[in-house]
């Protein structure tokens, strides 16, 4: 019998958890508060960061709404992001991805201060997980290895396949697998023997953005799965990277899309949020 990792409910216990910390805080004057940059009016963002501020507040986490025309030059943006790293009251700045084509995002996070960097995108970010010392990690793979460590999955030692090697989820990923002493192995469209790489996993992270590639007979038997991908198929369905009814029949653990990871990442950006407030003005 497989257990289905129920990402809504893991995500209310963490953002409850974020709430009693934010509340302590608020406690000692300090208010927790997140700057959300948003430029343009892509529709897919406007939602998430609709979604982001109504669980902040859940959350006791104050959000600061920076919404910006999608004329918005690149002097302008990286204007607001440096006074938001000078603002005192802002403890973490989340800018939201993809920007307007016609902006250089690699720039702007760039300019992010890291200690107000809660998505966990700057290279000192990354640099610091990959030397596996303390970090804002970015938060889908935070989200990720909490669903594994609810699950009980016993990474030291295990056989790690990481599908993806982005550098907002394959990569973290497979770095905080590796820090937890997984045997990782990192696959991408290059891979030789995807199927044969998947056969040999304890873990399977699937970060790929291609529907249900990942077919049912690749999972070994009683292997956790953890499935990143939201594809939207042509009648509206969402679906995973993984073919789940199939997959489900061999894992021992596997996340549903959606209802997986999908709704970690926000809890997830919270957490970084009060760490933040936390850590800056302690
Ligand atoms: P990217 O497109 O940046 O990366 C996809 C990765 O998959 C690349 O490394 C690519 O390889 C690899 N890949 C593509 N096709 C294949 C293939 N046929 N075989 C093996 N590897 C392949 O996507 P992201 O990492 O940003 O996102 C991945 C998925 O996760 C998407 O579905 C996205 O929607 C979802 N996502 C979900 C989130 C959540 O909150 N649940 C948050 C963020 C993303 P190569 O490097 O060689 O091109």
Redesign the pocket.
Known sequence: MTTVIDGKAAAAVLRGEVAVAALALREQSIVPTLAVVLVGDDPASAVYVKSKAKAARESNVDVRDHKLPATTTQAELMALVAQLNADPVVDGILVQLPLPAHLDSDAVIRSLDPAKDVDGLTPISLGYLAQGRPTFVP??PK?CMRLLRDVGADLAGARAVV????V???KPIALLLANANATVTM?????KD?PGEVRRADIVVA????PE?VQGDWIKDGAVVID????RLATGKLVG?VAYAAAAERARAITPVPG???P??IACLLENTVEAARARKR
């Open positions: 938060c889908t989200g599908l993806g090697r982005s907002l989820v394959g696959c991408h469209s290059k891979t995807l970060a790929v953005g291609r590639m990143v991908g939201i594809n990277d997986g990871v999908g970690m990442t």
